[in-house]
């Protein structure tokens, strides 16, 4: 309490100096208060002893250790890396190896000072990362039969060692440790092997016998499942085979690869070892107790490239009791493959294959073939005859129609909408040659608005969009301005569409001419629709593929010379002999439906119908649609198709000057279609720009088909009224 007391007065004396030095300050507290509990607690503190700062609870750690032993006549010597970090502050003592020779030791080209305690070799060194090199070595203990020496581990996180030992046939074994990689060449053997930290590791190992003979008295089976592959610059040869034993134990075999062929692997489930020797593979079975092995060879040859003739033999297993073994054969690209069976080989349908043979296979197999070979027999051999065709382009994008309406004004300036019914797979945007002088003003995608982009070969509308699914045929407009010529009393005027980067079917354009003149076609690649008896109401140009006639008549079938079993080649000719590039192809058989468009050669290909009634029918927009029919039972089928001109192909014999002298004005005007109506609506209120709509008028309504990279035209010749 006097303790107390004291320290109190000592507060307040203090506070009573202070108060005197220092003038008062309203917002400052003169005194300070505590409670007794707070005093005690500040007395605990006070008397409190610093606790010190924590430390390491070892002075240093290794954290792995890398070693490469090499082993050389009677001494296996290497090199360890220990890396690991001193912990401690000053030099610390770093255990590495016990009961080892350690010739040298240095980290970063420097000497290390080295301590023994016992057994144990420790280095002496300081606060911070550290890798050790220590160089070390041991001599060989030989037996009959194997030779071995002990391995001292360093005491680490990890240890990894990688042994180099003679002999390429040579079987390294481990006391401890996981042996984690294999492999052999240039007379040496080289084994990687993750180790236990801190012990000794025998290191052992024996040369096996080089020779590959069956083990006496050993009588196997053997079932060889080889496929072929046609590739543009090699051919590729798989061998999976399959080994029985009926009798003893298996030790080793021996498979005969065929002339001009190159090994490039050999692998296994009950592979242990191979090597190979005039066109002889000698495979080491691993556990020869097995009643079944089986192992995968891979080969390859080059050959010139295109089309080619080759002779290929399979590979063989030799000293077997029995041999079977079938041949599948597929080709990159688009192949017709001829091959001539030979004796003891025999063709066979490709499904009836087995299953492991299909697994290997990447693309569709074009030919099969089974045989069997007796003990001592040939070795089967094929002729190949491979014809390659180049690839044929692929359309990414077809528009089956084009609808154009073009409004004239007295001034000459033209607005025309194109409107595209598009089938899209890929093709981002559609390329547009405009006419000299024109712009676009206005696109339309699928409903949506769109903004075109300029290109240095023309003007690009694109095509996709976010969400857009393009699986189904979609519409695709635009609409652009043309400043032409003014017009005159009389005189002649040419209207042109722009050339477009998508084939288009058929291309329908209706010019809507001022009423105070009257005009008449005299020239241009476009036919006018008046020449189609089949009219439609509204003056809509609706003719399609489906209105022209049906031919009905027997398929003609030709020989199926290469043609695989379950598939249909055919051609679409025209009645010359011509190929037809574009015809869509379809077969129908019971409820199953395929469809397919011919290349550019008018060649298709369907594969995989089922058996049953087949109906071909065949379309193409100008031609009449063809319908053939006939029994398909599985087997190979070529066919040629031959399409007939319709109605709309017959008018365009009629030359533009002939048919304008033939008819008079009245059969060529015509008033306003909705096209013409929905265009002045959309120029009067939605389109960007400013145009005097002519309100009255004349349609002139022409027609062309199979529009393909050019510029349909028309040539007016015009008086006002």
């Known amino acids: 309490m006097t303790t107390r007391i004291s320290f109190c007065t000592l507060v307040l004396l203090a506070g009573a100096t202070f108060a005197q030095a220092q003038p008062p300050r309203p917002d ?102 550290f890798t050790v090199d220590l160089e070390w070595a041991s001599p060989i203990v030989y037996r009959p039969g194997r030779a071995s020496f002990t391995l001292t581990v360093p005491q680490a996180g990890a240890a990894r060692v990688t042994l180099d030992v003679p002999g390429e046939r040579t079987d390294v074994r481990l006391s401890s440790g996981l042996i984690t990689r294999r492999s052999a060449g240039i007379g040496r053997t080289t084994v990687e092997a993750t180790l236990d930290p801190g012990s000794a590791t025998e290191v052992s190992w024996s040369v096996r016998d080089s020779a590959a003979t069956p083990a006496k008295d050993a009588r196997a089976f053997a079932d060889v499942l080889t496929l072929i592959t046609l590739n543009d610059a090699d051919v590729r040869m798989a061998a999976l085979i399959d080994v029985t034993v009926i009798q003893g134990e298996l030790r080793s075999l021996t498979a005969r690869l065929p002339e001009g062929y190159e090994l490039t692997s050999v692998t296994g489930s009950s592979l242990e070892d191979s090597s190979i020797r005039d066109r002889e593979v000698a495979l080491t079975v691993g556990n020869p107790s097995a009643r079944s ?22 590979v063989t297993v030799k000293d077997m009791q029995r041999e079977r073994g079938e041949v599948g054969i597929e080709g990159v690209g688009t192949l017709d493959l001829s091959a001539a069976d030979r004796p003891g080989v025999h063709r066979i349908d490709v499904r009836e294959l087995n299953s492991s043979l299909h697994a290997l296979t990447r693309l569709p197999i074009m030919a099969a073939f089974r045989y069997q070979r007796p003990a001592g027999s040939v070795p089967p051999a094929l002729a190949l005859d491979v014809k390659r065709f180049d690839d044929a382009g692929v359309l990414a994008a077809v528009a089956d129609r084009a609808v154009a309406t073009t409004m004239i004004t007295s001034e000459g300036r033209a607005l025309t909408e194109i409107r595209l019914e598009l089938r899209n797979r890929s093709q981002p945007f559609l390329k547009v040659e405009l006419p000299a002088g024109a712009s676009i003003v206005s696109v339309d995608l699928a409903g949506q608005s769109a903004k075109p982009a300029a290109g240095p070969d023309g003007t690009r509308v694109p095509l996709m969009r976010a969400g857009l699914r393009t699986a189904a045929s979609y519409s695709v407009s635009f609409v652009y301005m043309h400043a032409g010529t003014p017009f005159q009393k009389k005189g002649d005027i040419q209207m042109t569409l722009p050339k477009m980067d998508v084939p288009i079917g058929v291309v329908e354009w209706e010019l809507f001419v001022p009423e105070q003149y009257s005009a008449r076609a005299v020239d241009g690649n476009m036919i006018d629709s008046h020449r189609f008896p089949a009219r439609h109401d509204n003056h809509s140009l609706n003719l399609r593929m489906s209105e022209l006639p049906l031919v009905r008549r027997p398929a003609r079938l030709l020989p199926a010379d290469g043609v695989p079993s379950g598939q249909i080649r055919g051609r679409v000719v025209d009645n010359a002999g011509g190929a037809m590039p574009g015809a869509t192809v379809s077969i129908s058989v019971g409820g199953y439906r395929s469809s ?4 550019s050669r008018g060649e298709f290909t369907i594969s995989g119908l089922p058996n049953g009634e087949v109906v071909v029918t065949t379309e193409l927009n100008g031609f009449k649609t063809h319908q053939a029919t006939f029994g398909f039972d599985g087997g190979p089928r070529r066919m040629e198709i031959a399409m007939e001109l319709g109605r709309l192909e017959e008018t365009i014999t009629v030359s533009a000057e002939s048919s304008a002298n033939e008819r008079d004005e009245k059969q060529v005007a015509a008033p306003p279609s909705q096209n013409v109506v929905n265009l002045q609506q959309r120029a009067a209120g939605v389109l960007p720009i400013r145009i005097d709509v002519p309100r009255a008028g004349v349609s002139h309504q022409f027609i ?4 393909v990279n050019s510029e349909p035209m028309v040539k007016f010749r015009y008086k006002r009224r």
Not at 300 to 305: D, F, I, K, L, V
Not at 596 to 599: G, K, L, T
């Open 596 to 599: 397919v468009v011919s290349d």
């Open 704 to 707: 062309k088909p199979l529009v």
């Open 28 to 129: 400052l507290p003169r005194t300070v208060s505590m409670t007794l509990a707070e005093y005690n607690r500040l007395l605990a503190l006070a008397a409190r002893t610093p606790v010190a700062a924590a430390a390491a609870p070892v002075a240093a750690v290794a954290a792995a250790a890398d070693l490469k032993v090499t082993v050389d006549r009677e001494t296996a010597r290497g090199t360890f890396t220990v890396t690991g970090q001193v912990l401690h502050n000053g030099v610390a003592r770093v255990p590495l190896l016990t009961g080892a020779s350690v010739m040298n030791a240095t980290a970063g080209g420097r000497p290390v000072p080295l301590a023994v305690d016992g057994q144990t070799l420790q280095a002496l060194l300081p606060p911070g990362p």
């Open 293 to 314: 092995h089986q192992f995968l060879i891979n080969l390859e040859r080059p050959h010139a490239g295109g089309s080619f003739q080759f002779e290929t033999g399979v």
